[in-house]
């Protein structure tokens, strides 16, 4: 069990790419980062001997603060937040004992630049089904939770892109889209270094609804039928993309801790 005000690896694992995640601060100094750029999903990078200015914006949140080791700086650290008013506690044997526990990290070399409020800025086309659904709640529960998405006319994507420094995903001729008979919410997983076993079996029923491959996971014709069915309830692209947060999310815990589950009727009875 982690001493208190610290959080073990295995604890944190369960959380991560959940709605329930904590707020996730790295501290490294400078030289600590730079030998090992990798971020633990959803984290972001903040100076420690600046936490305080975070204070505000932390308030009723839960964070975890993790520096190289989880000793000096992000103790210090949390127990500047905790003088703050924020619940904050430390990540036990820090980054080295996520990354030394084989856990999936954020290739902090392929992360977007930041806009002026602290968020990664995507863009893409209107009127989203699955793939622009699926990646801005990957982006959003693995690699920057406070990432704005803009949801544009197909043929300004890039003009948008350009006049706005967003990130033009899910369009023919960019980085970020399908390749080969892969969708976007692959590249996704494979670019940024974030896959697992859960995330694995989502790709697959993703590809499959995305692309009309229902043999490739029985649950695709599900998550098309789904998606469809959000797509008629909102004219809003912002308002399907909240609805379909949670869709993915439950999608993804079945994923991870339900596939030998199954269902069955009339339910068992017991006779005494």
């Not at 959080?7 to 991560?16: D, F, K, N, P, Q």
């Not at 086309?125 to 659904?133: A, F, G």
Request: aromatic share 8%.
């Amino acid at each position: 069990m982690a001493p208190y005000n610290e959080i073990s690896v295995s604890t944190l694992a369960r959380l991560v790419g959940t709605p329930d995640c904590p707020v996730l601060l790295d501290v490294r100094i400078d030289e600590d980062f730079a030998a090992d750029p990798y971020l633990i999903p959803s984290a972001v990078c903040h100076p420690f001997d600046q936490v305080a200015d975070l204070a505000e914006g932390l308030r009723g949140k839960t964070v975890i603060v993790y520096c190289q080791k989880g000793l000096k700086i992000s103790q210090g650290a949390a127990a500047i937040l905790r003088n703050c008013g924020v619940d904050a506690e430390v990540l036990e044997g820090g980054q080295f004992a996520w990354r030394d526990a084989g856990l999936g990290m954020v290739d902090a070399a392929k992360l977007p630049p930041l806009d002026a409020l602290g968020r990664t800025v995507w863009v893409t086309r209107h009127r989203p089904k699955i793939d622009r659904i699926a990646c801005p709640w990957l982006i959003r529960r693995f690699i920057d939770p406070k990432a704005q998405v803009l949801f544009v006319a197909a043929s300004q994507v890039e003009n948008v892109a350009d006049r706005f420094n967003a990130v033009p995903f899910d369009i023919e001729g960019v980085f970020w889209t399908h390749r080969g008979d892969r969708c976007t919410f692959d590249t996704l997983i494979e670019e940024f270094g974030i896959g697992n076993d859960a995330l694995a079996k989502l790709a697959v029923i993703v590809r499959g609804a995305d692309t009309n491959r229902h043999d490739l996971a029985p649950e695709a014709a599900g998550l098309l039928a789904a998606s469809l069915g959000l797509s008629r309830m909102f004219r809003d692209d912002l308002q399907q993309l909240d609805a379909g947060m949670l869709l993915y999310d439950a999608l993804y815990r079945w994923a991870r801790d339900a596939t030998n589950e199954g269902h069955d009727w009339p339910a068992a009875t017991t006779r005494g």
